[in-house]
């Protein structure tokens, strides 16, 4: 839990949040419980990335590489 908000997948190393979208996600209430979602973790310093089902079946390796391009490895040690 961040906040009020459960999240999907949380690297605090990043600071990123990972979530993935079903289609609720999509309709007017869950749009715009989203954005204050969204809102509130950018106010914290977290960047959100969100990936429909349709993305994780369909373009699962894709998924995988934007998500590595997106986390800051500086803080990570060999």
Same mark, same amino acid.
């Given at each position: ?13 990043? !600071?990123?949040?990972?979530? #993935?979208? @079903? ?9 715009? /419980? =989203?954005? !204050?979602?969204?809102?509130? #973790?950018? @106010? ?9 089902? /349709? =993305? ?18 500086? /803080?990570?040690?060999?």
């Amino acid at each position: 839990m961040i906040g009020k908000y459960i999240v999907d997948f949380y690297i605090a190393s990043s !600071k990123v949040v990972i979530e #993935l979208d @079903g289609s609720q996600h999509y309709e007017e209430m869950g749009i715009e /419980s =989203d954005t !204050k979602r969204d809102e509130y #973790l950018k @106010g914290l310093g977290i960047k959100v990335l969100r990936y429909s089902n /349709s =993305d994780i079946n369909q373009r699962f390796e894709d998924v995988c590489q934007d998500i590595l391009n997106n986390l800051d490895t500086s /803080s990570v040690t060999s």
